[in-house]
């Protein structure tokens, strides 16, 4: 089934105003990036969490999803995408926690090709039903662990890891192209947690911290 203009543009507190709204939040926030700023202004949230909660889409908070994961507040989706733009466009991403979708989404449209892992099979079920709706045709979906990326795909440009792992996953590493840029937020405790930054250089990888996050954590295996 194809998503119909109506319910993409919305009503009420899922409307395109209240999108807008949420990007000038972003704006005052620090976000500059006028690509990124476009997508979020055309993404529609509210079609990447349950009904009964759609009329918080645009609220700058994480919302349940299920499974004990989350919608990562429209903020954080916007720092991280920012991030991985810094030094331009991008051909090749790797997501690293499907999730509902969004970010792969608002990736889609600020990548060539999106791959995105999930290890968590009801979740990423919906998710591609979502992608299937809205027509994002290069977002590429597996069911694995995320610990071990997607190397036949590989290298990537940029690696956006949605849960926050103790230390970061060899793989994840090798996957990353030469002058690529991972983001990942790093840390046991939620409370602890802190988002890092990881570029490839011929000297080895270089990273960086940026700033304290809250995001789940990342876990191994499939469920």
């Known amino acids: 089934m194809i998503a119909t203009a109506q319910q993409i543009a919305g009503i009420g507190f899922t409307s395109q105003r209240t999108r807008t709204r949420m990007v000038c939040r972003l704006m005052d926030r620090g976000i500059h990036n006028e690509h990124l700023l476009q997508v979020l202004n055309t993404v529609p949230r509210h079609m990447f969490v349950d009904e009964a909660i759609a009329s918080r889409a645009y609220e700058d908070v994480a919302l349940p999803i299920g499974e004990g994961q989350t919608i990562s507040q429209p903020y954080a989706v916007a720092r991280m995408s920012e991030i991985l733009l810094e030094d331009g466009p991008l051909r090749r ?43 994002y045709r290069n977002i590429h979906t597996r069911y694995s662990d995320g610990g071990w990326g997607w190397a036949s795909h590989g290298p990537f440009d940029g690696i956006m890891v949605t849960a926050a792992p103790r230390t970061v996953p060899e793989a994840l590493l090798e996957q990353l192209a030469m002058g690529g840029r991972m983001i990942v937020p790093i840390g046991e405790q939620r409370k602890d947690q802190s988002l890092t930054i990881i570029t490839r250089t011929p000297a080895g990888f270089v990273s960086r911290a940026e700033s304290d996050v809250n995001f789940v954590p990342f876990l191994s295996g499939k469920s």
């Open 93 to 135: 991403v790797l997501e690293v926690g499907t999730g509902s979708g969004y970010q792969a989404a608002v990736l889609s449209q600020l990548a060539d090709q999106v791959f995105s892992v999930e290890r968590i099979r009801s979740l990423l079920d919906k998710a591609r039903l979502r992608f299937r709706a809205l027509q």
